[in-house]
C-alpha cells in the first residue's frame, strides 16, 4: 500500500526540484539569447532532457516504480530512437539535388 | 451460503498492486497510455527534425514566436504540476479542503496556460500566419495544437476528480486516491512534452 502522507524533507524536496527546473527553464532561455549557434542548440536540448528527466523522476516517481515501467519505456525509448535515426540516416545519405529539398 | 458479487470481485487489482507487475491495474494501465503518447510525440517530433534538416533553408523560429510568452507557459504549466502533487498530499492526508484547493488551482493554471496560448494564436493569425504558411509553422500549428488538447482533456479530467467524480471518495477511498494518482502522471506527461516544445521550437 501507498504510504499515506509526504514529510516535511519530501514536501521541501519537491519545491527545490520545482524551483531547479524553473531555474533551468531560466538557463534555457539565457542560453538562446548568448546565440551560441551549434553548441546552443545541443546545450538547449541536453537542459531539456535534464529538466524532462528530473521532473519524471520525482513528480513521476519513477525512482520507486516497478521494473515493469522501466522496462515500458526502455521499449517505448528503443523503438522510437530507431524510427528517428532510420529515416535520418536515409536524409543524410542520399544523394540529392537543392530542388529536392523541402522549402519552407 | 452465497456470497453478495461486489464491483471489486469482478475487477481484480484496482486498488492493490498485481503480483506480476507490482503496480495496480490503473498505474499500468496509464503507462502504457504515456507510452503511446511518447510514441505519438516523439513521431511530431522525428517529422520536425527530419523537415528541418532536409530543408534548404528554415526560418529562425525565435523571430516567429513569442519567447516570452512560451518561457511564461512553462512556468504556468511547471507551477500546475506541483500543486497537483500537493493535491494529491492533501487527499491522501484526508485534508480535502486544501485537495480541492490545489485541484482547483491545478485548473485554473491550466485555462491560464490555453490563454496565453490563445493570444499567440491570436498573434499569428493577425499577421496571416496560418498552418499552410509554412512546414514550420504547419509543424508548429499541429504540435501546440495537440499539446492544447491534451490540456483541455486533462482539464476535463481534473474538474471531474475535483467536483462530481468525488463520489467514488465515500465508496473507495484508496480506488478514488489511486484514480487522482493516475490523472497525475498523465498531468506531468503534459509538462513534460511543453519544456520539449519549448526548447525546440521556440528557441533554436
Redo the contacts between chains.
Keep these: 500500500m501507498m504510504k499515506q502522507n509526504l514529510s516535511p524533507s519530501e514536501f521541501k524536496r519537491d519545491i527545490q526540484i520545482y524551483f531547479t527546473i524553473i531555474a533551468m527553464t531560466g538557463l534555457i532561455l539565457g542560453i538562446h539569447h548568448l546565440h551560441l549557434g551549434t553548441w546552443g542548440i545541443a546545450l538547449i536540448v541536453l537542459i531539456a532532457v535534464s529538466e524532462a528527466t528530473i521532473l519524471g523522476y520525482f513528480f513521476m516517481h519513477l525512482m520507486t516504480k516497478k521494473k515493469t515501467i522501466h522496462l515500458v519505456l526502455l521499449l517505448t525509448l528503443v523503438v522510437f530512437l530507431t524510427l528517428l535515426f532510420w529515416p535520418a540516416w536515409d536524409v543524410a545519405y542520399s544523394p540529392r539535388t537543392p530542388s529536392e529539398f523541402t522549402t519552407y | 451460503m452465497l456470497r453478495k458479487i461486489h464491483d471489486s470481485d469482478l475487477v481484480p487489482y484496482k486498488v492493490?498492486?498485481r503480483e506480476d507487475?507490482?503496480?495496480y491495474n490503473a498505474k499500468?494501465g496509464i503507462?502504457?497510455f504515456l507510452?503511446s503518447e511518447?510514441?505519438l510525440f516523439?513521431?511530431l517530433?522525428?517529422a520536425y527534425?527530419?523537415?528541418r534538416?532536409?530543408?534548404?533553408?528554415?526560418?529562425v523560429q525565435?523571430e516567429y514566436l513569442n519567447?516570452p510568452i512560451g518561457?511564461l507557459n512553462?512556468?504556468i504549466l511547471?507551477?500546475s504540476?506541483?500543486f497537483f502533487?500537493r493535491a494529491w498530499?492533501a487527499l491522501?492526508?484526508d485534508d480535502i479542503v486544501k485537495y480541492k484547493k490545489f485541484m482547483w488551482l491545478v485548473i485554473i493554471f491550466a485555462i491560464l496556460f490555453l490563454c496565453f496560448k490563445g493570444v499567440e494564436y491570436y498573434q499569428h493569425f493577425s499577421h496571416h500566419e496560418f498552418p499552410k504558411t509554412?512546414?514550420?509553422l504547419a509543424l508548429y500549428f499541429l504540435l501546440t495544437g495537440l499539446h492544447a488538447l491534451h490540456i483541455i482533456g486533462g482539464i476535463a479530467v481534473n474538474i471531474y476528480y475535483a467536483g462530481p467524480g468525488m463520489y467514488l471518495r465515500a465508496e473507495n477511498k484508496?480506488w478514488f486516491?489511486n484514480r487522482v494518482?493516475v490523472a497525475g502522471?498523465y498531468w506531468?506527461?503534459v509538462?513534460?512534452v511543453w519544456?520539449?516544445l519549448?526548447?525546440?521550437l521556440y528557441?533554436?
Design positions: 492493490i498492486p507487475t507490482g503496480l499500468f503507462w502504457l507510452a511518447i510514441m516523439g513521431s517530433f522525428s527534425i527530419l523537415l534538416v532536409g530543408s534548404f533553408s528554415w526560418p525565435s519567447v518561457a512553462s512556468v511547471l507551477s504540476s506541483i502533487i498530499v491522501k492526508a509554412s512546414v514550420f484508496q486516491i494518482e502522471l506531468h506527461f509538462d513534460v519544456i520539449f519549448f526548447s525546440t528557441l533554436f
